[in-house]
């Protein structure tokens, strides 16, 4: 791992409610350093260090989980009714603790529809899909709940077994065609990474509430798979345009294209100096496929 200041204290516990794919990676990451990581899931699981927590049917961890937590990250996105499943079940127990640290993971969605132009922490969100509307409101229940929060902002996360390769292997790609339209993105890596950097600096740098953690180069959709396609020596499919292509789409799927943004990085990497390791998809995917 590089960027660290220095390590990590080894005492610190950490519990990641809602250890999915980002999850995984950072109670794997954090465990490396020394640290203790207990994760959840909705259901039961052979992992010694898992527990779970399901606010769907109202199981909550045991006390004993929360012995000696001094760190939380929530992964775990809004409820139907958009609402917190960790605050809805979780908040007083979390009020007693002595805790040092929150981390939520929300999304750039937050943001809206900027028509292609870059956004920044301090942009007013504007969202305009009702999903985000819904985590706007988790973030405003996270920051007025009163625990030591800090909230990252992600755009489309993809890492090793998540990415557009396995869309290609399992013939799920869409090579779509939309004029001007770009996306987001960051590898998982550099969520994880960058919160561990933000943490083991946290004394030395300025504190800020909500950080976004993008890669440096939005781009097309289409430039992403025509790389993965060279770097699998194989030939791209000829793209459809996003006129003839919607019909096809699930309302999901067509939801995502109705935004056009840039998500800007530079509180990240400018003011707090973390240097991504994955600078853009053609690094990150290079990554992926070594682990396909
Ligand atoms: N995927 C993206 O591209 C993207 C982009 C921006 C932001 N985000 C947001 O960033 C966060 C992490 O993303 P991810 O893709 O790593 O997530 P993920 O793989 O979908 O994992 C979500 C986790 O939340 C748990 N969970 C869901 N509903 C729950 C509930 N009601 N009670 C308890 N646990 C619940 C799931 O439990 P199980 O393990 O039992 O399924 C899972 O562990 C999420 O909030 C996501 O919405 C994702």
Redesign the pocket.
Known sequence: MKNFASSLNKKNKFLI???????NFFAKTIRHLGCTALT????ENNDPNNFV????NGIIPNKKIFNGVTHILS???P?KNGKD?VLGSLKNKLKNLSLEWIGY?????VYGNTGGDWVSESDAPNPCQKRSQKRLNCEKEWIESGLPVQIFR?????GPGRSTFEAIKNQKVRVIAKKNQVFSRIH?ADITNAIIYLLQNKDSLEFHQIINIADDEPCSQIEVIKYCYELLNQKMPKPILFEDAKKDLSPIAQSFWIENRRVSNKLLCEKLGYELIYKSYKEGLRNCLLNI
């Open positions: 409610l809602g250890c999915g794919f980002s999850g959840s899931s909705r259901s927590f399901n606010s769907e992964c775990i996105p409820d499943p993971l929300s999304t750039t969605g992600l755009p489309g996360i993809y998982v």
